[in-house]
């Protein structure tokens, strides 16, 4: 009698349960393959690495929404990003720009807009006699970007971010 060498795939209603071991092999893969994908470059590398540990550390994305043929989906198109300056490069080069830019945004703000700051945890509740209004897209300005991302993510099965 002849063995059958193919290895049998869960089928969806039986799905196995993830192991920490699966958790740290799929973090380590992603991180190696981001890595490289960007060429270890600085901006970039800082990026990846804060993304990676929010995606893993998060209490929404636990062991039981883990999907390996996402992250193996994901890996793969690191890899296709590493091999060639094609069309998957140029989305994950911007999807750390835009990571980047959102990051340093929030940390970084005018002279002005840091004595307005001041002045309001020093508890005073006069504000500086020139004040701009909020822009109405305040807030608002990466949903576009966000849901991009997601329905990219839907169509390919990937796990980016």
């Known amino acids: 009698m002849r063995t059958s060498r193919h290895i ?37 590398r800082y990026v990846i690495v804060d993304q990676l540990r929010a995606a893993f550390r998060d209490p929404k994305a636990s062991a039981a929404t883990f999907d390996r043929e996402r992250v193996r989906r994901t890996i793969w198109f ?11 490069s140029r989305i994950l080069k911007n999807l750390v720009r835009v990571h980047w830019e959102r990051k340093r945004a929030g940390r970084w703000s005018s ?6 700051k001041a002045a309001q945890q020093a508890g005073k509740t006069e504000c500086p006699k020139r004040t701009k209004p909020t822009h109405p897209i305040r807030g608002t300005e990466y949903t576009h970007y966000e849901n991009t991302i997601a329905m990219l993510n839907d169509t390919m099965g990937l796990c980016l971010r």
Do not use: N
């Open 8 to 44: 049998q795939m869960a089928s969806p209603a039986t799905v196995l349960p993830v192991t920490a071991q699966e958790l740290v092999t799929a973090y380590r893969h992603l991180l190696r393959h981001s890595l490289r994908a960007v060429q270890f470059s600085k901006p970039s």
């Open 78 to 88: 690191f890899k296709a990003a590493t091999q060639e300056a094609g069309l998957e």
């Open 111 to 116: 002279w002005k807009g840091q004595i307005v």
